[in-house]
């Protein structure tokens, strides 16, 4: 016994000299994964400092909203809700439902045209379809610019200007190359296998679509369906070229015009109502958070 005592005392000083140089790399990277993620805190502080700002100041006067950039609210003023909910020649809820015909007519043209045109550039053979697929990816690189005075020209012509078909038809026409390019990365993902079986089964091309394909691409289908909202639901261009009748005003526009460049602009009203016009988005992006993550991370987007 009293051997091993003497063993075991001597061999403990040798193995607490061991344990220093593993402890130190372990402290390093701790302190570097504190400093990242304050960095990281700091970041989202500032970029998400102008929403809360807009916020704060939905609540403030419209007199007192550029003579104060913090974010501490002396008093709560909510009559930039109310007032700024009637303060147009209609309801604040009119102009919303105005987007939501729009946003829900793009969704479904999208959905339809994109999924069928990426079904046929993924699994069809046809002449040129190499060459047709790249004019599509070069498509989304040209401006809207480019293309917005023809198509004013003839959605004029047809006297469809001051309408909604402007702002819907082209959606059913898979004019976004972006999504029928997303669609087709994950068509491309899914095994021919199940277009073999399904066809010794007797099924066509339709059939396959519809009965295989679609409820695979559930995915990639809710972030063309995501994108679609978030897009169309903030776009001010397209609407300020068509719609002419402020009865037809998407929010966008509608928030524009609390600004007038001849008289005083109710900022306040325009703050409140645009905290209105981002609950939907919030709620769109909070729910579908997960399907957008699935659907890129499938899709071989990096």
């Not at 053979?125 to 697929?133: A, D, E, P, Q």
């Not at 396959?208 to 679609?228: D, E, N, Q």
Request: charged fraction near 15%; charge should be positive.
């Amino acid at each position: 016994m009293t051997d091993l005592q003497t063993r075991s005392a001597t061999a403990a000083p040798e193995a607490s000299p061991a344990r220093e140089p593993e402890s130190r790399p372990v402290a390093a990277r701790r302190a570097r994964s504190v400093v990242k993620h304050l960095l990281l805190i700091a970041a989202s502080l500032l970029m998400i400092y102008p929403l809360l700002w807009l916020l704060v100041s939905s609540f403030r006067p419209t007199d007192v909203i550029f003579r104060t950039p913090g974010l501490w609210l002396n008093d709560l003023f909510t009559e930039n809700y109310t007032g700024g909910w009637y303060a147009l020649g209609s309801p604040f809820s009119h102009y919303l439902v105005n987007s939501l015909l729009v946003v829900v007519g793009a969704v479904v043209g999208n959905l339809v045209s994109c999924s069928l045109a990426a079904y046929a550039f993924a699994r069809l053979k046809f002449r040129l379809r190499t060459l047709w697929f790249s004019i599509m990816l070069v498509t989304i690189m040209l401006p809207i610019h480019v293309v917005v005075v023809p198509q004013y020209i003839i959605f004029n012509l047809l006297g469809w200007v001051n309408t909604f078909i402007p702002l819907v038809l082209p959606k059913f026409l898979a004019t976004d190359a972006f999504f029928v390019f997303l669609m087709v990365q994950f068509i491309r993902g899914i095994p021919r296998e199940l277009d073999e079986a399904a066809r010794i089964d007797g099924c066509g091309h339709w059939r396959i679509f519809t009965r295989v394909m679609l409820p695979l691409m559930g995915p990639a289908l809710a972030t063309s369906a995501i994108f679609t909202i978030i897009w169309t639901w903030s776009d001010f261009f397209t609407p300020l070229i068509y719609l002419t009748d402020p009865e037809k005003y998407t929010v966008p526009l509608a928030l524009r015009s609390f600004l007038d460049a001849t008289s005083g602009s109710n900022w306040g009203a325009m703050f409140a109502m645009s905290i209105v016009s981002l609950v939907p988005l919030f709620l769109v992006f909070l729910f579908g958070q997960r399907f957008l993550i699935r659907g890129i991370a499938t899709t071989g987007i990096k």
